[in-house]
C-alpha cells in the first residue's frame, strides 16, 4: 500500500468515524435502555440554554444549537466534564441545527428537547386551556419533533415544562397533558422512523408531585400501548443545598422520600434539573448519593444549568460578549464528583427494572383532593388529526451532517485564569456515549471518555478498530 493510498484511506475512515452515530436509547419500563447493547443509559447531564434568554432569537435565526462555533466549545468543555446528555429548551425548529446536533452525536451526547417555547401559541397556557390547546400549538410541537426525529441523539421530548405549578394547576391541567403527550407520540408513530420516547418534567411542589407521576404514568384502559402515558418523568429538583445548608444529607433533603415516592415506579424516573445555588461555590455532593443506591429508583439528573447567567447564577461556565468563556469552580466541582463514578456499573441492566408493567389508571391512584382524576381527555383539537395522519406542510427535518473541524476556536479559560491550550472535541471512535473519568481539564489534553465493555467494543466498535489500525498501519510504512 502506498503511503498516500493509506493516508486517503486513512483519512476517509477517520471521517466516517466522525459521522457515526450513537445508539438509539428506548424506554423499557423504568430505565433508559440502548437499542443495541441493552446497556442501562443513565442521565448524566446539564441544561443547555446558552445565551439565556437573548440565546433564543428565532427573527434573528438564533437558538441554542444554531451555531456550530459556539456548540463545538460547548462540546468540547463537556465531554471533558463527563456528560451523556444536554437538555434544551427553546428551539426554533425552521432553524438548521445540523451542525451543533451531529457534533453532540459525535462526542456521545443525547438530547432531551422540550417542544414548548415562550413565543406566542407555542405552549400550553393553565390559564386559557382551551383555547391554547389548538391545532396552532399543535403545527409547532410537530414541528419540533420532525426537526429532530431523524438525530439518533435525540434521546426524548419534553411535552410539558411545570405546567402543573400550583395546586389549582394541578386541578385542571393533568387531562390536557396527557392529550399533549397522546398527540405527539401519535405523531411520532406515524410519521418518525423510530418510537422517540414522550414525558413531562415537572415542578417540585410537593402537594401535587406524587399525583402528577401517578396519574401521567399509568395506562387507562390497561393498554400497554396507551400513548397518553408518558414515557418519562422528569423531577425539577433543588431540594439538596450544600454543604453547609441544612438540608445537605439524604433525610434532609427529601431525597429519602423521593425513593419512596418513585419506588415503584413503571418509568423512568430522573432529575429534569438539579443543583440548589443557596451555598456557593456549589461542591455538587448530592451526585455520589444521586448515583449511589437511589439508581435503584432513579435515572440521574441534569445539572441546571451550563451557562452563566448572572441573572440566576447557576452557571458552571461563564462567557462573555468578546467570545471568550471562563469555567467556574462549581464546572471544576462537579467534574470532581463525576469523575468519582462507576461508569460500568451504572450501565448494568436490572431485569425487575426493565420488565416493570404500568397500573391501569384509576382515580384511585390519584390521592391528593383538588388533583384532577378524570382520565376522559380532551379530544384533539380540530385540523389536528389531518396534521398527524399527512404530517406537517414544509418540515425542516434535522439530519447528521459529517463533522471536520475538531479544534475549538474560541479562547476558554480554566478557572484559576490560564489559558486551556489544544482544547478540542475527541470524536468517539465507535458507537459510544460520553462518560466521565477524564483527566484534569487545564491541561487541556485526553477528554472524559471511557469505553464500553470489551464486549461492546467488538460488537460495533469496528469502525474506529479499523482506522485506528490503517492508522498505525500508515506510521510503520
Ligand atoms: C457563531 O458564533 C461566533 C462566535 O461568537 C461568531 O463569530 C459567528 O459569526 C457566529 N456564526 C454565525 C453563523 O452566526
Ligand atoms: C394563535 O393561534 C390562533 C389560532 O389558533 C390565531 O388566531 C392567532 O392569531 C395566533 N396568535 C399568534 C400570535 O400567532
Ligand atoms: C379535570 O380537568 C378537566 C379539564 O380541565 C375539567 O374539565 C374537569 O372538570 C376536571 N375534573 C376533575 C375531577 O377535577
Ligand atoms: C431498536 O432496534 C430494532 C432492531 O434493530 C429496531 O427495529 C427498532 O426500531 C429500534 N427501536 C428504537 C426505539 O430505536
Ligand atoms: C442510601 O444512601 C444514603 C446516603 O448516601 C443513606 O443515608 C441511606 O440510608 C441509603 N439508603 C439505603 C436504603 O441504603
Ligand atoms: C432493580 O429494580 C427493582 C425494581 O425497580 C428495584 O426494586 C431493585 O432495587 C433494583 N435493584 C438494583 C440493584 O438496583
Ligand atoms: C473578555 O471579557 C472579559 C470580561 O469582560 C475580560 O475579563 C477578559 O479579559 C476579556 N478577554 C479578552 C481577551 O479581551
New binding site residues.
Given amino acids: 500500500m502506498s503511503q498516500s493510498f493509506g493516508l486517503v484511506l486513512a483519512v476517509l475512515l477517520l471521517c466516517a468515524t466522525f459521522a457515526s452515530a450513537v445508539q438509539n436509547v428506548k424506554v423499557q419500563g423504568a430505565d433508559f435502555i440502548n437499542n443495541v447493547t441493552s446497556n442501562r443509559l443513565q442521565i448524566i447531564g446539564v441544561a443547555y440554554q446558552p445565551g439565556g434568554s437573548s440565546g433564543f432569537q428565532p427573527g434573528s435565526g438564533i437558538d441554542p444549537l444554531s451555531n456550530g462555533t459556539l456548540c463545538l466549545r460547548d462540546a468540547a468543555l463537556m465531554q471533558q466534564l463527563g456528560v451523556n446528555t444536554i437538555r434544551i429548551y427553546n428551539l426554533d425548529p425552521t432553524i438548521n441545527h445540523d451542525m451543533c446536533v451531529s457534533i453532540f452525536n459525535a462526542v456521545g451526547i443525547y438530547m432531551l428537547i422540550d417542544v414548548n417555547s415562550p413565543l406566542p401559541n407555542q405552549s400550553l397556557d393553565p390559564g386559557n386551556l382551551v383555547s391554547s390547546y389548538s391545532s396552532t400549538y399543535l403545527n409547532h410541537i410537530f414541528a419540533v419533533v420532525e426537526a429532530f426525529k431523524g438525530y439518533p441523539n435525540t434521546l426524548g421530548f419534553f411535552g410539558g415544562n411545570e405546567v402543573m405549578n400550583t395546586v389549582g394547576t394541578g386541578g385542571t391541567v393533568p387531562p390536557y397533558i396527557r392529550a399533549v403527550t397522546r398527540d405527539l407520540k401519535n405523531y411520532i408513530a406515524k410519521n418518525s422512523p423510530r418510537m422517540i420516547p414522550v414525558g413531562y418534567s415537572a415542578a417540585d411542589v410537593s402537594q401535587i408531585l406524587t399525583d402528577s407521576w401517578a396519574y401521567l404514568s399509568c395506562n387507562i384502559n390497561g393498554q400497554s400501548g396507551d400513548p397518553s402515558r408518558s414515557d418519562f418523568f422528569g423531577l425539577n429538583s433543588y431540594s439538596w443545598c450544600g454543604p453547609t445548608s441544612p438540608t445537605a444529607n439524604y433525610q434532609a433533603s427529601g431525597y429519602d422520600t423521593i425513593i419512596s415516592t418513585f419506588g415503584d415506579t413503571s418509568i423512568p424516573v430522573f432529575f429534569s434539573e438539579y443543583g440548589c445555588n443557596k451555598v456557593e461555590p456549589r461542591v455538587f455532593d448530592e451526585v455520589p448519593v444521586l448515583y449511589g443506591n437511589m439508581t435503584s429508583v432513579m435515572s440521574g439528573g441534569l445539572v441546571y444549568e451550563y451557562y452563566e447567567e448572572t441573572s440566576n447564577n447557576f452557571g458552571l461556565v461563564?462567557f462573555?460578549?468578546?467570545?471568550?468563556a471562563?469555567l467556574l469552580v462549581d464546572y471544576d466541582n462537579l467534574q470532581k464528583q463525576f469523575n468519582t463514578l462507576d461508569s460500568k456499573a451504572l450501565q448494568s441492566m436490572n431485569s425487575s427494572a426493565t420488565n416493570i408493567q404500568s397500573p391501569k389508571c384509576s382515580t384511585s391512584l390519584v390521592s391528593g383532593s383538588g388533583f384532577n382524576n378524570s382520565f376522559t381527555l380532551p379530544s384533539i383539537p380540530s385540523g389536528g388529526q389531518t396534521l398527524i395522519d399527512h404530517g406537517i406542510s414544509n418540515p425542516n427535518q434535522g439530519k447528521l451532517v459529517t463533522v471536520t473541524d475538531t479544534a475549538v476556536t474560541l479562547?476558554v479559560y480554566s478557572s484559576s485564569g490560564t489559558l486551556l491550550q489544544n482544547l478540542a472535541i475527541k470524536p468517539l471512535p465507535s458507537d459510544e456515549s460520553n462518560s466521565p473519568g477524564g483527566t484534569s481539564t487545564s491541561s487541556g489534553a485526553a477528554p472524559s471518555t471511557s469505553k464500553k465493555s470489551a464486549a461492546g467494543m467488538v460488537e460495533i466498535g469496528l469502525g474506529g478498530a479499523i482506522s485506528v489500525a490503517v492508522l498505525m498501519g500508515y506510521l510503520f510504512f
Fill in positions: 461563564s462573555y460578549s468578546n467570545d471568550t471562563q479562547p
